[in-house]
Nanobody, 124 residues
């Protein structure tokens, strides 16, 4: 089992920056990918960004590419999501997810471990 705990959410204004953190514990050595997803009220959960644990390769959704940066600290078992130039459309609950299996990086069902989520609200 892998446990994930997110932190760093909050209320910011459009154009501001915010950094989310995901702390992993448990059988972290089995993890191959860690990702961030988000879910806005009334909408489906959507992929934001992912990073491969061993090599640190990254992928992003088109909606955040160029504004968000995902990174990892293998020694501390943490993954960060640096969010710049935030927009009201970025308002959502952000979830950290991890997997120890294969499948599409972009699909939530490929991930078998999830955090409880952290709220990000961007005011206009």
């Amino acid at each position: 089992q892998v446990q994930l705990v997110e932190s760093g959410g909050g209320l910011v204004q459009a154009g501001d920056s915010l950094t989310l953190s995901c702390a992993a514990s448990g059988r972290t050595f089995s993890t191959n990918v860690v990702a961030w997803f988000r879910q806005a009220p009334g909408k489906e959960r959507e992929f934001v960004a992912a990073i491969t644990w061993r090599l640190g390769n990254t992928v992003y959704s088109d909606s955040v590419k160029g504004r968000f940066t995902i990174s990892r600290n293998s020694g501390k078992n943490t993954v960060a999501l640096q969010m710049n130039s935030l927009k009201p459309d970025d308002t959502a609950v952000y979830y950290c997810a991890a997997r120890d299996s294969s499948g599409s990086l972009y699909t939530s069902r490929s991930y078998n471990y999830w955090g409880q989520g952290t709220q990000v609200t961007v005011s206009s």
